[in-house]
């Protein structure tokens, strides 16, 4: 139990032990998610990497937003891990698996007959626009792999165990980048390739992490009758899950409608953000797995009623994601050719893809004072609060600060990049005012 306990020990030391493996476990998953367009990019050709750009930002907002409700999950097993409840955690999870079993059917039955609907949606440029179509069908067929695997690493980050979902991260990256080379590269599939060996190696992770769970003694009960839709533990995961993933739905369709508008400037332009967004997800790395960290280190102190560990672990998080910060806006500023050149060998993508990339310069900074408070109020269980923030940035900030933008003469992609800085600005001076605001609510209940 000592193993996975987040509620002892030097805070910094806890909170950088933990926070590493998220760190590795991301960058691997990036790499082979990177894999994908980098492949595509070097053997297929500029109209197969658009529409693996299109495509994978869909999934990618589909996958944001199962990730966000496996938050519930995380929180509600860090709490009943905190308090010593192990049957608690355990029941809670078989809920959990109920509930996404449900959900990856559901996606699944609503992707895959509509992916030519969704292609078009997504404004797809006319020669990528079959290759968008066929990445997201194949995508969705695999949908039960994707939410197995965000299901599986929840549970293991609500008890303290980041190495585990490190392991089987490894085994899908090595799997995914094999299958592009066969699949893209040798037989030359393009998208379909790509969007093949993406499903093979989710569906690999995912069995991984079944023979894991079974060699390793788990600090729950768990049996097979607790897998059913129990509404005392449903209501208790969603409560905390459906917030974030409706900002998460929200935030990615922001992010989306980016895609949307630049696609309708060309398919250079298109396959541009799709590298710099892939680029965008290395240099928010250590933001990102801070994010997670906090949040069960949060969840684990206030179940074992240590709320000051939490505070403390949020500080510390944000002045060292804050010079991780500093040094992945640097190499964005000014090496940012350089980095999508590694996706792309189209010297006018990369071009275009380097000034998206300058105004993410910015915000490297910005997110790592950002993720650091969204994953403490989602420790804290104030979900909703993190749901709103996200909804102001998105709507009444990105989007209107997008439409704006391109609508003026001379519009850039450094141009149409501004608006996730400015939002972020915005949200974290909500974050800050929310903080304040529970902090002395806190004060004064404990004075009564």
């Known amino acids: 139990m000592k193993e996975y306990t987040l509620t002892q020990g030097r805070i910094l030391k806890s909170l950088i032990s933990f926070a ?97 609907l969704l292609a078009s949606m997504l404004h797809a440029p006319q020669q990528a626009f079959a290759q968008t179509s066929v990445y997201l069908r194949i995508c969705g067929i695999g949908t039960i792999f994707i939410v197995g ?24 990256c090595l799997v995914n980048i094999v299958g592009d080379l ?17 499903v093979a190696a989710q569906g690999v992770s995912v069995v991984c992490s079944l023979v894991l769970i079974r060699k390793r003694q788990l600090p729950f009960s768990f049996s097979l009758d607790y897998i059913r839709l129990d509404g005392r533990y449903v209501k208790e995961i969603l409560n905390v899950g459906v917030p974030i993933a409706l900002q998460e739905l929200l935030v990615q369709f922001s992010f989306l409608f980016i895609q949307v508008l630049v696609n309708s400037m060309g398919v250079t332009q298109s396959a541009a953000v799709g590298v710099a967004e892939k680029v965008c997800g290395f240099l928010m790395l250590v933001a990102s797995a801070y994010m997670q960290a906090i949040s069960a280190f949060v969840a684990q102190n206030n179940g074992a009623g240590r709320p000051d560990r939490s505070r403390k672990a949020l500080f510390y998080g944000i002045q060292t ?6 040094v992945m806006g640097t190499l964005a500023f000014f090496g940012g050719s350089a980095l999508a050149a590694i996706f792309s060998r189209e010297p006018s993508v990369i071009a275009a893809a380097h000034d998206y990339l300058k105004a993410y310069a910015i915000d490297c900074l910005l997110t790592a004072i950002l ?6 109020f989602n420790g804290c269980g104030r979900t909703v609060f993190v749901m709103a ?11 209107p ?46 004075v009564r």
Do not use: W
């Open 149 to 172: 695997y965000n299901v599986i690493g929840a549970v293991f980050r609500g008890i303290g165990d980041s190495k585990t979902p490190l392991i089987t991260v490894i085994v899908a």
């Open 321 to 326: 994601a804050l010079a991780a910060g500093a």
């Open 389 to 399: 923030q996200g909804v102001i940035g998105a709507f009444f900030v990105r989007i």
């Open 182 to 198: 066969v699949l893209v590269a040798g037989c030359g599939m393009g998208a379909a390739g790509a969007a093949i060996a993406t």
């Open 401 to 446: 600060a997008v439409y704006l933008i391109s609508r003026g003469e001379g519009v850039s992609l450094f141009h149409i990049g501004l608006a996730t800085p400015v939002s972020s600005v915005v949200q974290i001076c909500l974050c800050v005012a929310a903080y304040l605001y529970y902090k002395k609510r806190f004060a004064e209940e404990t």
């Open 20 to 116: 590493f493996p998220v760190l590795v476990a991301l960058f691997l998953q990036a790499m082979y998610g990177a894999a994908d367009l980098v492949i595509v990019g070097q053997f297929a050709g500029t109209n197969e990497q658009s529409g693996v750009a299109s495509g994978s930002q869909l999934f990618n907002m589909i996958t944001m937003v199962v990730t966000g409700l496996t938050m519930g999950v995380t929180v509600f097993v860090g709490r009943a891990i905190g308090g010593g409840q192990r049957e608690k955690a355990g029941r809670g999870i078989g809920a959990g698996i109920a509930i996404f079993a449900l959900a990856a059917v559901l996606i699944t039955a609503l992707v895959v007959p509509s992916s030519d």
């Open 371 to 376: 993720f650091c408070f969204v994953g403490y």
